[in-house]
């Protein structure tokens, strides 16, 4: 079975980090692009950052660049995000997904019909 799980969720301080995983099972996330996307209440779904298939590019929302920094080990089929100096705005569930492509992901990945969804995990920044 083809699965994306995400980790790392929890609740943080304004300021804290958090770093999010996001596991392959049934495949292999080599020949993968991997977007990271959040959703919080009463929102439309938002791009957060992608990388490609390498792990040579990557791109990032205007609202989290210089904050978050995607990244990636194809040895552990696993994805990154690590996340810093995060707001109150950056509550929300975050998911990750991938698209099978190897070319340089630019911010239009965004807009991606990707082919494998993860469940989600939850980011909550409060004090």
């Known amino acids: 079975q083809l699965q994306l799980v995400e980790s790392g969720g929890g609740l943080v301080q304004p300021g804290g980090s958090l770093r999010l995983s996001c596991a392959a099972s049934g495949f292999t996330l080599d020949y993968y692009a991997i977007g990271w996307f959040r959703q919080a209440p009463g929102k439309e779904r938002e791009g957060v950052s992608c990388?490609?298939?390498?792990?040579?590019?990557?791109a990032y929302a205007d609202s989290v660049k210089g904050r978050f920094t995607v990244s990636r080990d194809n040895a552990k089929n696993t994805v990154y995000l690590q996340m810093n100096g995060l707001k109150p705005e950056d509550t929300a569930v975050y998911y990750c997904?991938?698209?099978?492509?190897?070319?340089?992901?630019?911010?239009?990945?965004?807009?991606?019909?990707?082919?494998?969804w993860g469940q989600g995990t939850q980011v909550t920044v409060s004090s």
């Open positions: 997904a991938a698209e099978a492509f190897s070319g340089v992901v630019t911010k239009n990945c965004e807009g991606w019909d990707y082919d494998h």
């Open positions: 990388i490609s298939s390498s792990g040579g590019s990557t």
